[in-house]
Nanobody, 122 residues
Framework: QVQLVESGGGLVQAGGSLRLSCAAS????????MGWYRQAPGQQRQLVAI???????NYVDSVKGRFTISRDHAKNTVYLQMNSLKPADTAVYYC????????????????WGQGTQVSVSS
């Protein structure tokens, strides 16, 4: 089994910054993609940013230039630096990781964290 534990959420004023962290632990042989998603009340979960094992990143248009995703391979950890936060960024943020637990696993399996609340006041 694999566990993802997020931290770093909270309440911040518009224009402020937060840094989210997500550490993966458990039965891990390799991790391919790691990402951050968010879900606002009454809305579907949406992709915010992803990063693959080679460091290639992708962002939803609404956060480009404001958010930066990064990862520490040695720590199996992914980060999301969020700057110039807006009230529209208010949501529960979830991290995701695609993991191979054994060397002979053919496929990657997706795991999710429990979510961390980010609230941005105007």
């Amino acid at each position: 089994q694999v566990q993802l534990v997020e931290s770093g959420g909270g309440l911040v004023q518009a224009g402020g910054s937060l840094r989210l962290s997500c550490a993966a632990s458990g039965s891990i042989f390799s991790i391919n993609v790691m990402g951050w998603y968010r879900q606002a009340p009454g809305q579907q979960r949406q992709l915010v940013a992803i990063i693959n094992s080679g460091g290639t990143t992708n962002y939803v248009d609404s956060v480009k230039g404001r958010f930066t995703i990064s990862r520490d391979h040695a720590k199996n950890t992914v980060y999301l630096q969020m700057n110039s936060l807006k009230p529209a960024d208010t949501a529960v943020y979830y991290c995701q990781a695609s993991v191979r637990s054994r060397w002979d696993d053919r496929d990657y399996r997706d795991y999710w964290g429990q979510g961390t609340q980010v609230s941005v006041s105007s």
